[in-house]
């Protein structure tokens, strides 16, 4: 279904998007997560953390209390917001 909706051409300048999930795909939630286990996310990169390694088991946890997703998505946030980048000439050059 969603290859139907990205044309087989390059069509510059057009915005074909895909959700990241097909069941609220305005929202933040964990739908994300809920996919994964039935084989329906979006990228292969995305559904490779459900593949029967010890994530697994995350990923369940975040399908199932979207209380839990919520608090720890939070708690990351707050981390990546500590992490100062290198800029200007400290940082990587073309």
């Given at each position: 279904?969603?290859?139907?909706?990205?044309?087989?051409?390059?069509?510059?300048?057009?915005?074909?998007?895909?959700?990241?999930?097909l069941?609220?795909?305005?929202?933040?939630?964990?739908?994300?997560?809920?996919?994964?286990?039935?084989?329906?996310?979006l990228?292969?990169s995305?559904?490779?953390?459900?593949?029967?390694?010890?994530i697994?088991?995350?990923?369940?946890?975040?399908?199932?209390?979207?209380?839990?997703?919520?608090?720890?998505?939070?708690?990351?946030?707050?981390?990546?917001?500590?992490?100062?980048?290198?800029?200007?000439?400290?940082?990587?050059?073309?």
């Amino acid at each position: 279904m969603r290859q139907r909706r990205c044309p087989a051409t390059n069509n510059v300048g057009k915005d074909n998007l895909a959700p990241l999930d097909l069941v609220t795909p305005g929202s933040f939630d964990n739908y994300y997560f809920k996919n994964l286990p039935q084989k329906k996310g979006l990228l292969h990169s995305d559904q490779i953390l459900y593949n029967g390694a010890p994530i697994d088991d995350l990923v369940l946890k975040y399908s199932k209390d979207s209380i839990v997703f919520y608090a720890d998505f939070a708690t990351a946030m707050v981390k990546m917001g500590d992490i100062s980048p290198l800029t200007a000439s400290a940082g990587e050059s073309d």
